[in-house]
């Protein structure tokens, strides 16, 4: 398509930027540059560099990534198997209708299922494990995020699966390949855009979790989210806050970067 | 054959059974006599009738319900004008910054753009209520729908506009009659996940709400240093049973009109592809 | 396209819908007239029968808005954009406001049920001659514990919750103020110390608690207790009698070494538009009977002398919650330690933490 200048359609997306965007991230770098007291200072950048703040992004970056794969694994057979069904519309809308009740319900819920006399640890009961203790562990806390993030990886990769053209699994076939080659051959890159907008959409709120790091962690994690959190709500200090956050952001453009220079060609 | 669909109807039916473990969770207890979530005591349905007779919540959520659909069809109409903008962009740098800057809102933690959105309307002088809420879940949304409407655009062959152009369509044509309905699926998508954004968010509603608007978030996250009642499960169980036969019973009815009419029904079902 | 359309259409259609039935129970309920008066204060945090008992004597409509945190609502008072005319924040927030300006002083004149008020409560450092505000509920921070999972151990001391017994069984609350104060109390020192070597001996002493610490919650350590998922909190008095609401078994006690105080006190904000009407609602809240009825919903302890003797009287002799003179003397409030110290507080306490 060649540029015609015709683009002015597009303003409601550059207006969305500049204001809701740009305008905000202007006023945290600006932010990020004062102390508690209010002088101009460099302080909080030095600050992030302490073991504290560099355990906690190692930390937001392990479990984000856990988050991401475990959420692929799991989404990526039930989204092939989705397009597989009778009523495919109808199940999949019902992937999505649990995320419209509310998450601190949710997490309430998932608190009484895991705990001590929760019907989890019943049935561990019954298989004679006997009681195991599930909350405030790094298995519950990535268990509830994938939870709340698996609709978010369900719907990017369905819809690639549905678009992938039968002709071309039945031709793989015809070839004889197998199963697996397929798959891997055939089927995988073809929704390889659903797969990385469905990472994009876990990975990238995943690193910035905060709420459920103490109700499901009982604060065994901490995250830059967490931290984020409490600066601007407990000690208000908004500088150092601010600063966490223009990491929080590089650090997602660089992600941006890294997935996106991977893909060949752009379409001319 | 036979073997393996059994296999994969019990991975189906083990992800849903985990996704709904929850809400029947709490709706069970929205039953419970004994007032906790845990120790069923006896059958009651006295919460229910708690919130059937409290307006003040009832209001609420029929303002929780209002910015969900409202914010949600305009930020996924800004949604598909970002994706087509992101996609006309011909440098690969030019476009990995315009996704870094639609993903911004997508990686801050809510207090941040809670905070940071509340000076911005306090210096505007927008005054806070519905207009301030409606405009931030606009605001926040827009960057997941862009999300899921995206691929789709990526996918689409470019030989297609090219021949719909060479046939002497005009823009508009190309934009309605080609662009449209192949990236419908990942409209419907970012809808619904614009949605789900707007009803769970808690933080930014916070802040950038007053003059007495609240939400059902920041309602049910007030409640917590009390501790959330029952009652709020009774509404949840409301709610949640309500939308399930809406969304079932719309699907079928459609589902039957165009099975009279059309063969291929699927594709006029307002539901995602 | 033309499905998309009128799925478009249809929305809209939906949401204008909604929007008028909102706005028209809105007009039923009175909430768009003129003669209102907002109260800004926790979600579930006052009788809903007293508001509309207020709204008939006085005439005035009452808009409920909720926060969650004091943090939260200071930087809605202090952005401003939005007007509230009674806000009920925490002794320290009420601190912070005063130092930044944003109340107004009280009329006493216009609060005659303000005699009701124990002197006990009055005067306290975060707010000396009560010009600004006018206690709401009170408390104490202590131990809460499941006799049945503790067997027979006592908690009369801080030092108590050391004992190797509890491994792994204690939840402790998500507050610097409340775990740092505990650790400096238990090596007697005030919950307001400063010294950086007092200090840094509480956090080593808290490093040590870390074996017995199962989690570090926040609001729902409530649940969690009345679960029995952890023998021992440390939690707030007003926690404590719900979580025993809830779960007869459990027990509460203020070490005493001493302890904090806290205070949630009616205030009216600087920007406040109807500030007759507030004084009207905080004089109402005062009256022994509403402050009565108040207290039997919420399950907080009442201030107000006169209330306390309409309650029952195992709910007024309970002294768990109605201590006397002697143990509240030996607790203190939070001071307002200033920015600075207030960080550093955070950062000791996320340290032990990130020790677990």
């Given at each position: ?47 992030f560099f302490t073991p504290v703040y560099l355990k906690m992004t190692l930390n937001s970056f392990w479990y ?156 065994q994690v901490i995250t830059l989210?967490t931290a ?16 966490v ?24 | ?273 | ?349 996320l340290k032990?933490k990130m020790n677990k």
């Amino acid at each position: 398509m060649k540029n015609k200048g015709r683009s002015y359609y597009l303003i409601p997306y550059y207006l969305w930027i500049a204001l809701f965007v740009i305008a905000p991230v202007l006023l945290i770098i600006y932010y990020s540059l004062f102390d508690l007291d209010g002088h101009l200072t460099i302080d909080n950048y030095i600050n992030f560099f302490t073991p504290v703040y560099l355990k906690m992004t190692l930390n937001s970056f392990w479990y984000a990534f856990l988050i991401t794969a475990f959420s692929l694994l799991i989404a990526y057979p039930a989204a092939y198997l989705l397009t597989r069904t009778k009523h495919k519309q109808l199940w999949l809308l019902l992937i999505i209708l649990p995320t419209w009740i509310n998450l601190l319900l949710k997490t309430y819920a998932f608190i009484g299922i895991f705990g001590k006399f929760g019907p989890v640890n019943n049935f561990f009961d019954l298989l004679g494990l006997g009681e195991q203790q599930i909350l405030f562990t790094g298995f519950s806390f990535v268990f509830v995020s994938v939870y709340i993030f698996i609709p978010f990886m369900i719907l990017p990769i369905y819809s690639a699966l549905e678009e992938l053209n039968l002709s071309l699994l039945d031709a793989a076939r015809d070839l004889g390949a197998s199963g697996w080659t397929t798959f891997r051959r055939v089927i995988f890159p073809l929704t390889i855009s659903g797969v990385r907008s469905g990472c994009m959409a876990v990975f990238i709120p995943a690193l910035s979790l905060f709420m459920i790091t103490r109700l499901i962690a009982g604060s065994q994690v901490i995250t830059l989210g967490t931290a984020i959190e409490q600066h601007f709500l407990v000690t208000q200090d908004w500088g150092m806050g601010s600063t966490v956050a223009v990491f929080l952001i590089a650090i997602m453009a660089l992600f941006m970067i890294l997935t996106g220079g991977s893909r060949k060609g752009v379409q001319k | 054959m036979r073997n393996k669909n059994g296999f994969s109807n019990l991975y189906l039916v083990l992800v849903f059974a985990v996704l709904y473990a929850p809400i029947f969770y709490l709706m069970y207890y929205s039953f419970n006599s004994g007032g906790t979530m845990h120790e069923f005591e006896g059958f009651t349905l006295d919460y229910y009738r708690e919130v059937i007779q409290d307006t003040r919540l009832i209001i609420i959520v029929i303002n929780t319900l209002v910015i969900a659909l409202l914010s949600s069809a305009i930020a996924t109409l800004i949604a598909i004008v970002g994706a087509l903008a992101i996609q006309r962009t011909r440098s690969r740098r030019a476009k990995n910054s315009l996704l870094s800057l639609n993903n911004v809102l997508i990686v801050s933690p809510d207090v941040i753009i809670g905070a940071s959105f509340l000076i911005l309307f306090t210096i505007v002088g927008i005054k806070l209520g519905f207009v301030s809420v409606l405009l931030s879940h606009v605001a926040f949304s827009v960057p997941i729908a862009v999300l899921m409407i995206l691929p789709h655009l990526q996918d689409m062959s470019p030989t297609l506009t090219d021949a719909a152009r060479d046939l002497g369509a005009s823009r508009r044509d190309v934009l309605t009659k080609v662009i449209l309905p192949i990236i419908k699926p990942g409209i419907f998508s970012g809808f619904f996940m614009a949605l789900t954004y707007s009803l769970d968010d808690f933080a930014v509603t916070f802040f950038v709400t007053g003059n007495g608007y609240s939400t059902l978030s920041v309602e049910i996250y007030s409640r917590a240093r009390q501790g959330v009642s029952l009652s709020i499960n009774a509404l949840s169980t409301m709610i949640f049973l309500f939308t399930i036969l809406l969304v079932v019973g719309y699907y079928f009815l459609t589902l039957r009109k165009h099975r009279a009419r059309i063969a291929e029904p699927v594709a006029e079902v307002g539901v995602p592809r | 396209m033309k499905q998309l359309v009128n799925t478009f259409l249809a929305i809209l259609i939906a949401a204008f819908a909604l929007m008028y039935l909102g706005a028209w129970m809105n007009s039923n309920e009175g909430y768009s007239g003129t003669n209102t008066l907002t109260i800004y204060n926790w979600g579930d945090y006052i009788e809903p029968e007293l508001l509309k008992e207020f709204e008939t004597e006085t005439g005035i409509t009452v808009i409920y808005q909720t926060f969650d945190s004091n943090e939260a609502m200071l930087t809605k008072v202090e952005q401003g954009g939005t007007t509230f005319d009674v806000v009920i924040p925490s002794d320290y927030a009420i601190a912070k406001m005063r130092e930044e300006k944003l109340l107004l002083p009280l009329d006493h004149s216009k609060l005659p049920n303000l005699v009701n008020i124990d002197s006990r409560f009055m005067d306290l450092s975060f707010d000396p001659g009560n010009e600004y505000s006018v206690p709401y509920f009170w408390g104490t921070v202590g131990i809460i514990y499941n006799p049945e999972m503790t067997k027979g151990m006592t908690f009369d001391s801080w030092d108590s919750l050391w004992d190797s017994r509890l491994k792994n069984n204690i939840l402790l609350v998500d507050g610097a103020r409340e775990v740092m104060g505990m650790a400096l109390n238990s090596l007697h020192y005030s919950v307001n110390d400063q010294n950086e070597a007092h200090l840094q001996a509480a956090l080593t002493k808290l490093n040590k608690l870390s074996p017995n610490v199962k989690a570090i919650v926040g609001d729902e350590i409530k649940m969690l207790l009345a679960n029995e998922e952890a023998a021992v909190g440390i939690v707030w008095s007003g926690d404590a009698a719900e979580i025993m609401d809830e779960n007869d078994k459990l027990d509460y006690v203020v070490p005493q070494e001493g302890s904090n105080k806290w205070f949630d006190n009616m205030v009216i904000p600087r920007t406040a538009a109807n500030v007759d009407g507030a004084h009207q609602f905080i004089n109402f809240m005062l009256r022994p009977d509403v402050a009565a009825k108040n207290a039997e919903y919420v399950g907080y302890s009442t201030p107000n002398v006169p209330a306390l003797k309409l309650l029952p009287a195992e709910v007024s002799e309970d002294t768990r919650f109605y201590p006397p003179a002697s143990l509240t003397d030996r607790l203190e409030v939070y001071d307002n330690l200033g920015k600075r110290m207030l960080a550093h507080y955070n950062e000791l306490f996320l340290k032990f933490k990130m020790n677990k």
